[in-house]
């Protein structure tokens, strides 16, 4: 064994071998991948190897798109069969809300370049014999679904990994990983040690033990998954002889199944709503080539199902139960990239799907190690996305519900239950007794809409039971005044000598004077958008950050990478030690300047001004700045000071009619200005001229602040995209994001959110367009559970487009 290496990877499974091939391919040969035992001694073995361009989300969905091209280049480059068999599939649907669940597949399938049809159940019959098509109402047909050789595909990658020069190691343990102070990493294995610049942890069912070994506690916890496979089925012979080809894929959601040809019978996997975690808190070392005993009546409820919807599985025997263990992360979606505070340390676990995903998470890791980027938009998949706050106990929970739900249809208004409340801030009672109705973010109750007494979410894809509720706190905003709680917010502090000079370096924004505020887009390497914020100038108090809540942990990564190693920039996430209120509509004012003895007059206290005052008793720091596009004002506020700012506000705003409002009416507010968000509109894929944010980027300035060159080529050459907000002709459902935007007969873009604006009374869609049609006002269309809506370009605000309520 090498004793240095410019990357270690640990794990030999479908993930290691796939992210050591495509560093390799990528041109860095100097790699080694140890394995404690024989390749496939993980979950990776006992799969049962089916894979699937579907998603949840688009940008996954298109890496599992490419894992699945990339299987016939392995197999060609390693000489290894790698046993794909490239059937298609049919994923059924049982009842009309999981048809327009499909519908919804099917459409965003269009800007994905994944094949997708909409067919009857008769249809789906004549494609795959063994189901019952009285039991389904329709179903969704892809090409792309197959089965492969779990063992064949993952020696694939390794041999063609080795072809370009890198190593394997087998029966090698890593025991301990080290930092030493040079930064490089000591991989310490039963054989001896590496030292390498970068580790890679892809342990699979050991991560948690791997990034143990460096004080990581990483949210994934393995399940137990059970399949069986029944005896030769005439039926299946009957069919093979008739076409000449085997039984395509089948996905019963509403059974909670999947079906495919095992030689001569069929294997039909579930998941089951009993779910049990296998190995809650330490994965055994000497778990290996063992399966777990199964468990038929945890799956029999499925089984039932099952047989009822393929009637050709009563009479026939089962051969073998395969019941094994594989991780999951608290939303089913893979953990990787680079973890914050142990640079060179980089994760690829929790891939739940490593035949459909394991190529796409080595793409992404590989292109990050080597260019500093994933190269695509992998927000779904980073590691980032969970804090501190994703305790195993949350992990356990969130596992359990999601891997219960894994075929379960998630409405756009449907908030799950397990692991919360977990966070929640000083005035959650207070809020819950006006009938808070909480959603969740980054592990934080939020307050979506206010619910009267026995009145709650009804799930749905169409306008639902809160819409009027919304559209009264809207109207409470717009004519009068509205509170709503803020924490969500990512707030930073930074100070030092050095700040000003970072942040300027930083940011792409001109930074603002003692006493203002100014949005700041933060742009990479490449020009594209990394962050936006509110940035505060708090003269010798430093430096006040407001970003986006879910992306704490992202943002601080980027942040303390960038960082001088000189001492001179400190830069904290205030995370729960700083809370949040915000009142916003025409009588703002009024309100605040009966709570503050401040001078908060317009020519005193003007748009995108910040000053720290007392609200009634509490010292707080005060922006005047607001999302909803209105007269508005945030409100900083230290946790124990929160109950006072709020009593001392609403008192205050009784006499204005003061009322609370949650997100969903936020939502409604800000459509109706344009404005986006990040995660939504702003992502590391667009740039700001791309985004719309272009204005907010001070170009000429000094500084050579990050992006820049890129930025300016940018603006030079005009991009490929251009953000755009459309009123769409719909009638009792909106886009929710993800939604395909037809011009001239085809698909040319997609939308990022939208929703109904109140207010205004319209409905709202937000997407990306090609430039070339950006400028065309009439002739788009956007398909909303499978019909198509005329809509055209709103151009200027529908609300307040000289922004006189803002800044009057
Ligand atoms: C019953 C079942 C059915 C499945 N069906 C499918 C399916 O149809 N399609 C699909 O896509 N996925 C399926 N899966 C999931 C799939 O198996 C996983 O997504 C995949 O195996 C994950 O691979 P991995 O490389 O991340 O982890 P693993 O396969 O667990 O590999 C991790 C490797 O790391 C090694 N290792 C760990 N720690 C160390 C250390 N300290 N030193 C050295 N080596 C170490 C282990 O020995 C192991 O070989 C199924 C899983 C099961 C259990």
Same mark, same amino acid.
């Given at each position: 064994?090498?004793?240095?290496?410019?990357?270690?990877?640990?794990?030999?499974?479908?993930?290691?071998?796939?992210?050591?091939?495509?560093?390799?391919?990528?041109?860095?040969?100097?790699?080694?991948?140890?394995?404690?035992?024989?390749?496939?001694?993980?979950?990776?073995?006992?799969?049962?190897?089916?894979?699937?361009?579907?998603?949840?989300?688009?940008?996954?969905?298109?890496?599992?798109?490419?894992?699945?091209?990339?299987?016939?280049?392995?197999?060609?480059?390693?000489?290894?069969?790698?046993?794909?068999?490239?059937?298609?599939?049919? &994923?059924?649907?049982?009842?009309?809300?999981?048809?327009?669940?499909?519908?919804?597949?099917?459409?965003?399938?269009?800007? !994905?370049?994944?094949?997708?049809?909409?067919?009857?159940?008769?249809?789906?019959?004549?494609?795959?014999?063994?189901?019952?098509?009285?039991?389904?109402?329709?179903?969704?047909?892809?090409?792309?679904?197959?089965?492969? *050789?779990?063992?064949?595909?993952?020696?694939?990658?390794?041999?063609?990994?080795?072809?370009?020069?890198?190593?394997?190691?087998?029966?090698?343990?890593?025991?301990?990983?080290?930092?030493?102070?040079?930064?490089?990493?000591?991989?310490?294995?039963?054989?001896?040690?590496?030292?390498?610049?970068?580790?890679?942890?892809?342990?699979?069912?050991?991560?948690?033990?791997? $990034?143990?070994?460096?004080?990581?506690?990483?949210?994934?916890?393995?399940?137990?998954?059970?399949? &069986?496979?029944?005896?030769?089925?005439?039926?299946?012979?009957?069919?093979?002889?008739?076409?000449?080809?085997?039984?395509?894929?089948?996905? *019963?959601?509403?059974?909670?199944?999947?079906?495919?040809?095992?030689?001569?019978?069929?294997?039909?996997?579930?998941?089951?709503?009993?779910?049990?975690?296998?190995?809650?808190?330490?994965?055994?070392?000497?778990?290996?080539?063992?399966?777990?005993?199964? *468990?038929?009546?945890?799956? +029999?409820?499925?089984?039932?199902?099952?047989?009822?919807?393929?009637?050709?599985?009563?009479?026939?025997?089962?051969?073998?139960?395969?019941?094994?263990?594989?991780?999951?992360?608290? #939303?089913?979606?893979?953990?990787?990239?680079?973890?914050?505070?142990?640079?060179?340390?980089?994760?690829?676990?929790?891939?739940?799907?490593?035949?459909?995903?394991?190529? $796409?998470?080595?793409?992404?890791?590989?292109?990050?190690?080597?260019?500093? *980027?994933?190269?695509?938009?992998?927000?779904?998949?980073?590691?980032?996305?969970?804090? #501190?706050?994703?305790?195993?106990?949350?992990?356990?929970?969130?596992?359990?519900?999601?891997?219960?739900?894994?075929?379960?249809?998630?409405?756009?208004?449907?908030?799950?239950?397990?692991?919360?409340?977990?966070?929640?801030?000083?005035?959650? #009672?207070? &809020?819950? +007794?006006?009938?808070?109705?909480?959603?969740?973010?980054?592990? !934080?109750?939020?307050? &979506?809409?206010?619910?009267?007494?026995?009145?709650?979410?009804?799930?749905?894809?169409?306008?639902?039971? #809160?819409?009027?509720?919304? +559209?009264?706190?809207?109207?409470?905003?717009?004519?009068?005044?509205?509170?709503?709680?803020?924490?969500?917010?990512?707030?930073?502090?930074?100070?030092?000598?050095?700040?000003?000079?970072?942040?300027?370096?930083?940011?792409?924004?001109?930074?603002?004077?003692?006493?203002?505020?100014?949005?700041?887009?933060?742009?990479?390497?490449?020009?594209?958008?990394?962050?936006?914020?509110?940035?505060?100038?708090?003269?010798?108090?430093?430096?006040?950050?407001?970003?986006?809540?879910?992306?704490?942990?992202?943002?601080?990564?980027?942040?303390?990478?960038?960082?001088?190693?000189?001492?001179?920039?400190?830069?904290?996430?205030?995370?729960?030690?700083?809370?949040?209120?915000?009142?916003?509509?025409?009588?703002?004012?009024?309100?605040?300047?009966?709570?503050?003895?401040?001078?908060?007059?317009?020519?005193?206290?003007?748009?995108?001004?910040?000053?720290?005052?007392? @609200?009634?008793?509490?010292?707080?720091?005060?922006?005047?700045?607001?999302?909803? $596009?209105?007269?508005?004002?945030?409100?900083?506020?230290?946790?124990?000071?929160?109950?006072? +700012?709020?009593?001392?506000?609403?008192?205050?705003?009784?006499?204005?009619?003061?009322?609370?409002?949650?997100?969903?009416?936020?939502?409604?507010?800000?459509?109706?200005?344009?404005?986006?968000?990040?995660?939504?509109?702003?992502?590391?894929?667009?740039?700001?001229?791309?985004?719309? !944010?272009?204005?907010?980027?001070?170009?000429?300035?000094?500084?050579?602040?990050?992006?820049?060159?890129?930025?300016?080529?940018?603006?030079?050459?005009?991009?490929?995209?251009?953000?755009?907000?459309? @009123?769409?002709?719909?009638?009792?459902?909106?886009?929710?994001?993800?939604?395909?935007?037809?011009?001239?007969?085809?698909?040319?873009?997609?939308?990022?959110?939208?929703?109904?604006?109140?207010?205004?009374?319209?409905?709202?869609?937000?997407?990306?367009?090609?430039?070339?049609?950006?400028?065309?006002?009439?002739?788009?269309?956007?398909?909303?559970?499978?019909?198509?809506?005329?809509?055209?370009?709103?151009?200027?605000?529908?609300?307040?487009?000289?922004?006189?309520?803002?800044?009057?």
């Amino acid at each position: 064994m090498k004793s240095h290496a410019k990357v270690v990877v640990i794990g030999g499974g479908v993930v290691g071998c796939s992210v050591l091939f495509h560093l390799a391919r990528h041109g860095w040969t100097d790699v080694v991948l140890l394995e404690r035992d024989e390749l496939t001694s993980g979950s990776t073995w006992h799969a049962a190897g089916g894979m699937h361009t579907i998603n949840g989300d688009p940008n996954v969905a298109k890496l599992q798109k490419y894992t699945i091209s990339l299987y016939k280049e392995i197999e060609e480059l390693s000489g290894q069969a790698t046993g794909v068999h490239l059937t298609g599939g049919v &994923l059924l649907a049982a009842t009309e809300a999981r048809l327009d669940w499909l519908r919804g597949v099917v459409a965003k399938g269009r800007y !994905l370049g994944i094949d997708l049809e909409v067919i009857s159940a008769k249809e789906a019959a004549e494609l795959m014999p063994l189901l019952d098509p009285k039991q389904f109402v329709g179903a969704v047909r892809n090409k792309e679904d197959g089965h492969l *050789d779990p063992s064949g595909v993952t020696h694939a990658y390794a041999k063609a990994a080795r072809k370009l020069g890198a190593e394997v190691e087998r029966f090698t343990k890593v025991e301990d990983i080290v930092r030493r102070p040079d930064g490089l990493w000591r991989v310490i294995t039963n054989k001896g040690e590496v030292v390498a610049q970068h580790v890679v942890n892809a342990g699979g069912l050991w991560a948690r033990e791997v $990034g143990r070994m460096v004080g990581l506690e990483l949210p994934v916890l393995a399940m137990e998954h059970m399949y &069986l496979i029944t005896e030769d089925m005439p039926e299946v012979a009957a069919w093979n002889a008739k076409t000449g080809t085997e039984i395509i894929h089948a996905v *019963d959601f509403d059974g909670e199944l999947y079906l495919r040809q095992e030689r001569g019978g069929m294997l039909m996997g579930t998941y089951e709503k009993a779910n049990k975690p296998w190995s809650e808190y330490q994965t055994p070392w000497n778990f290996g080539h063992e399966l777990l005993a199964p *468990d038929i009546d945890r799956i +029999a409820p499925s089984l039932e199902v099952g047989f009822r919807h393929f009637p050709a599985f009563q009479n026939t025997g089962i051969k073998q139960i395969i019941n094994g263990p594989f991780t999951f992360a608290p #939303d089913g979606n893979p953990l990787v990239g680079p973890v914050r505070g142990l640079p060179g340390f980089w994760v690829a676990c929790g891939v739940m799907a490593g035949f459909s995903q394991g190529g $796409g998470v080595g793409l992404a890791l590989s292109n990050w190690m080597i260019e500093g *980027d994933p190269g695509a938009d992998i927000w779904a998949m980073d590691v980032a996305r969970y804090g #501190d706050w994703a305790t195993m106990a949350y992990t356990n929970a969130k596992v359990r519900e999601n891997y219960s739900r894994r075929f379960s249809i998630r409405f756009p208004n449907e908030e799950l239950p397990a692991g919360r409340p977990l966070k929640t801030t000083p005035v959650y #009672d207070l &809020l819950s +007794a006006k009938g808070a109705q909480f959603g969740v973010a980054y592990g !934080l109750e939020v307050p &979506l809409w206010y619910a009267p007494e026995g009145v709650k979410d009804e799930f749905s894809w169409r306008r639902s039971s #809160d819409f009027s509720h919304v +559209a009264r706190e809207v109207a409470t905003v717009r004519d009068g005044v509205g509170l709503s709680e803020i924490s969500s917010f990512a707030k930073y502090k930074v100070t030092g000598e050095g700040a000003s000079a970072w942040l300027d370096r930083l940011l792409a924004c001109k930074l603002p004077k003692p006493g203002r505020m100014t949005l700041a887009p933060m742009l990479k390497d490449d020009g594209r958008l990394i962050g936006d914020f509110t940035l505060a100038n708090l003269g010798s108090d430093g430096w006040f950050l407001a970003g986006s809540g879910i992306a704490e942990q992202y943002h601080m990564r980027w942040f303390e990478a960038h960082l001088p190693g000189d001492g001179s920039v400190h830069i904290e996430a205030l995370g729960a030690k700083l809370t949040g209120l915000a009142i916003a509509g025409p009588k703002a004012r009024e309100v605040l300047a009966k709570v503050s003895r401040a001078d908060v007059s317009n020519a005193a206290f003007p748009f995108m001004a910040v000053a720290r005052m007392d @609200i009634g008793m509490a010292p707080c720091l005060v922006g005047r700045v607001s999302y909803t $596009g209105d007269l508005g004002y945030e409100i900083w506020v230290a946790p124990e000071y929160q109950r006072a +700012a709020y009593h001392a506000l609403t008192a205050a705003g009784a006499e204005f009619g003061i009322g609370l409002f949650g997100s969903r009416a936020l939502n409604a507010l800000r459509l109706e200005k344009n404005y986006g968000s990040w995660g939504r509109e702003y992502r590391p894929i667009y740039g700001p001229l791309e985004a719309g !944010l272009d204005r907010f980027v001070a170009y000429g300035k000094e500084a050579d602040f990050i992006g820049k060159t890129a930025a300016l080529a940018e603006r030079k050459q005009g991009g490929k995209l251009r953000l755009r907000s459309f @009123i769409v002709d719909a009638d009792d459902a909106d886009v929710i994001g993800d939604e395909p935007i037809w011009f001239g007969g085809a698909v040319r873009g997609w939308v990022t959110s939208g929703g109904y604006a109140h207010h205004s009374k319209k409905s709202v869609a937000v997407g990306y367009v090609p430039k070339e049609i950006a400028d065309e006002s009439d002739g788009f269309e956007i398909e909303l559970l499978g019909k198509r809506h005329a809509a055209r370009i709103q151009a200027a605000p529908l609300f307040d487009a000289n922004f006189e309520r803002m800044r009057g």
